[in-house]
């Protein structure tokens, strides 16, 4: 079946612009995550949702990043006023269910920011 | 607070070549899950295993093959007679029961199979 997918592939924006981030997890999938890989952190967690709440934004770095999911399927993650050190990819993984299933991975959204 | 550690940032080797990569980790939960990633050139995250802390049984499929030890906190993994498509960042993660599966990653080992 169709794995987790993630839209844009690529995104360069301007500094102190608005980006979404999409994220359509693998159909089924109750739990998604959204993840961060960037040469200074490494690959760090950001949120988690499970269904459309989202019980851990503990790793979300400042307000100005939010995310949603809407009928227990597809995510946004919105960055807000983007600056350069939000220059990353940005990785999805969905599992079956929120408690220790194995998390899949989407190719992720790589962000540059001039 | 979970953490996981690879000491190995580059491991270059020769085709069929043996090479081992180490992850040593830090949980105060009873109930965790350790798992390794790899993730070649084109940049996408591939599961390889997954193991419950009760488990410590060594797994082996194909010429991959994993070492668990609780005693030392450590979860290594071995590829047997490389080959240059192992060329890629292999990642150790951590997710503990009671932090809701978020995965904590180390800092992942580049290998470089070379024919």
């Known amino acids: 079946g169709a794995g987790v997918s993630q839209s844009p592939s690529n995104k360069v924006t301007e500094k102190g612009k608005d980006v979404e981030l999409r994220c359509d997890p693998i159909?089924?999938?109750?739990?998604l995550y959204w993840y961060r890989q960037s040469l200074g952190q490494g690959l760090e967690f950001l949120i988690y949702f499970q269904g459309n709440s989202a019980p851990d934004k503990s790793g979300l770095p400042s307000d100005r990043f939010s995310a949603e999911r809407t009928g227990g399927s597809v995510s946004t993650l919105t960055i807000q006023r983007t600056q350069q050190e939000d220059s990353a990819v940005y990785l999805c993984?969905?599992?079956?269910?929120?408690?220790?299933?194995?998390?899949?991975f989407g190719p992720g959204t790589r962000l540059t920011v001039l | 607070a979970q953490k996981v550690t690879q000491a190995q940032t580059e491991i270059s080797v020769v085709e069929k070549e043996d090479v081992t990569l180490d992850c040593v980790y830090e949980t105060r939960d009873t109930t965790y899950y350790l798992f390794w990633y790899k993730q070649p050139p084109s940049g996408e995250l591939v599961f390889l295993i997954r193991?419950?802390?009760?488990?410590?049984q060594n797994e082996i499929s194909g010429r991959y093959s994993w070492n668990f030890q609780k005693s030392t906190s450590s979860f290594n993994f071995t590829i047997t007679a490389s080959q240059v498509v192992d060329s890629a960042v292999y990642f150790c993660?951590?997710?503990?029961?009671?932090?809701?599966?978020?995965?904590?990653f180390g800092g992942g080992t580049r290998v470089l199979v070379k024919p």
């Open positions: 193991r419950n802390s009760f488990d410590e």
């Open positions: 993984a969905s599992s079956y269910r929120l408690s220790s299933d194995t998390q899949y």
């Open positions: 159909s089924g999938h109750t739990a």
């Open positions: 993660a951590l997710s503990e029961s009671t932090a809701g599966n978020k995965l904590t």
